[in-house]
T-cell receptor, first 116, second 111 residues
Framework: DSGVTQTPKHLITATGQRVTLRCSPR?????VYWYQQSLDQGLQFLIQ???????AKGNILERFSAQQFPDLHSELNLSSLELGDSALYFC???????????????FGPGTRLTVT | GENVEQHPSTLSVQEGDSAVIKCTYSDSASNYFPWYKQELGKRPQLIIDIRSNVGEKKDQRIAVTLNKTAKHFSLHITETQPEDSAVYFCAASLPGNQFYFGTGTSLTVIP
């Protein structure tokens, strides 16, 4: 158990709908990262937050957005869902930059999204 | 951004043999290179990592080497066991700590 939690574990929804995935980082971690893992594209970095602020964006679609709240949990919002959005969505967390071990990211168990 | 290539995509070895997985990266600013092991349907788990100021690191049966000049790094697993069977991902991290992953290697250790 990495200490990173994600809810829900599974989500089944229809095309065109909107869903919210939730992530709670390890205690004390200030950075949260979101990744998408699909069969044909592997693990792709979507977005990074640090202490409530967006830090970096990767291959995140405009239909997707995220935020990190004052209690440091993060939510990934996916809207106008398409069949191709079906994937495993992982979040990961790490300690503050400059802290010992800040390079290491610990992954949550993931949310499996199925769009029908 | 960073582009990471990983080879081979599948690898089968006999139990007790060694396994080697290779990755290349494109951005010379990348400074941290973790390796993750992922079992089917589970989270990626960090197994070993190396920073750009180090050429080699070993942890029991697992070792990683880094060649910054050639921009490639490799995972070596010795004395493989059936429980080593999984998908292995390499990653390269830019200074902001964003990870860019390779496409994965499915390792099968045959008893």
């Amino acid at each position: 158990d990495s200490g990173v939690t994600q809810t829900p574990k599974h989500l089944i929804t229809a095309t065109g709908q909107r869903v919210t995935l939730r992530c709670s980082p390890r205690s004390g971690d200030l950075s949260v990262y979101w990744y998408q893992q699909s069969l044909d594209q592997g693990l792709q970095f979507l977005i990074q937050y640090y202490n409530g602020e967006e830090r970096a964006k990767g291959n995140i679609l405009e239909r997707f957005s995220a935020q990190q709240f004052p209690d440091l949990h993060s939510e990934l919002n996916l809207s106008s869902l398409e069949l191709g959005d079906s994937a495993l969505y992982f979040c990961a967390s790490s300690v503050a930059p400059g802290s010992p071990g800040h390079y290491e990211q610990y992954f949550g168990p993931g949310t499996r999204l199925t769009v029908t | 951004g960073e582009n990471v290539e990983q080879h081979p995509s599948t690898l089968s070895v006999q139990e007790g043999d060694s396994a080697v997985i290779k990755c290349t990266y494109s951005d010379s600013a990348s400074n941290y290179f973790p390796w993750y092991k992922q079992e089917l349907g589970k989270r990626p788990q960090l197994i070993i990592d190396i920073r750009s100021n180090v050429g080699e690191k070993k942890d029991q049966r697992i070792a990683v080497t880094l060649n910054k000049t050639a921009k490639h790094f490799s995972l070596h697993i010795t004395e493989t066991q059936p429980e080593d069977s999984a998908v292995y991902f390499c990653a390269a991290s830019l200074p902001g700590n964003q990870f860019y992953f390779g496409t994965g290697t499915s390792l099968t250790v045959i008893p």
